[in-house]
């Protein structure tokens, strides 16, 4: 199994809803990622999860919480969301440092009304 | 800003053509990798590249890398209409997280046109 699988892969949401991405893949990886990308933009890094240990970019705003139940599931949990905030989430994995090859789920598509 | 340039930022082209596509980056890296994507779809991982390599192929790609210009380029033979794509080319940079993260660049959009 090759494959990061992330659901949903469409989801619209108000600005007061809370919701949550999920992102699972059991290739036996240690490190998880969560990307934001808008269109026409490059991903833009925002959490890295490598043996469980949490590393944040700090220009993310606290209403993205990741969590990582363990090393083969990643959540993102969206609170208080604005329309800015509409982009495609990509989760991604990498087995260890020595492949530095990314493997990418292919995205939640998440529209903020 | 950008760790990597690309350009061109959009390129057409007719099927059984090349395309090329190029990749500068500011600081110094160990490794550098091109990923594609489909519209509204993840990244595919296509090659990497170490610091110490030159050239390398993979099928119908070639791809180049010149440390002392901190640039690279990615060279699509004999396209075909299912390359049509976003092309990013990434780096391994210091991270203010922690370690090094995977850095990407601007971004070519290749058509390939029947």
């Known amino acids: 199994d090759t494959e990061v699988t992330q659901t949903p892969k469409h989801l619209v949401m108000g600005m007061t809803n809370k919701k949550s991405l999920k992102c699972e893949q059991h290739?036996?990886?240690?490190?998880m990622y969560w990307y934001k990308q808008k269109a026409k933009k490059p991903p833009e890094l925002m959490f890295v999860y490598s043996y469980e240990k949490l590393s944040i970019n700090e220009s993310v705003p606290s209403r993205f919480s990741p969590e990582c139940p363990n090393s083969s599931l990643l959540n993102l949990h969206l609170h208080a969301l604005q329309p800015e905030d509409s982009a495609l989430y990509l989760c991604?994995?990498?087995?260890?440092?020595?492949?530095?090859?990314?493997?990418f789920g292919s995205g939640t598509q998440l529209s903020v009304l | 800003s950008q760790q990597g340039e690309e350009d061109p930022q959009a390129l057409s082209i007719q099927e059984g053509e090349n395309a090329t596509m190029n990749c500068s980056y500011k600081t110094s890296i160990n490794n550098l990798q091109w990923y594609r994507q489909n519209s509204g779809r993840g990244l595919v991982h296509l090659i990497l590249?170490?610091?110490n390599e030159r050239e390398k192929h993979s099928g119908r790609l070639r791809v180049t890398l010149d440390t002392s210009k901190k640039s690279s380029s990615l060279l699509i033979t004999a396209s075909r209409a299912a390359d049509t794509a976003s092309y990013f080319c990434?780096?391994?940079?210091?991270w203010g997280g922690g370690g090094n993260k995977l850095t990407f660049g601007t971004g070519t959009q290749l058509k390939v046109e029947l």
């Open positions: 991604a994995s990498m087995s260890d440092r020595l492949n530095e090859k990314l493997f």
């Open positions: 290739m036996g990886h240690r490190a």
């Open positions: 590249i170490r610091s």
């Open positions: 990434a780096t391994d940079v210091p």
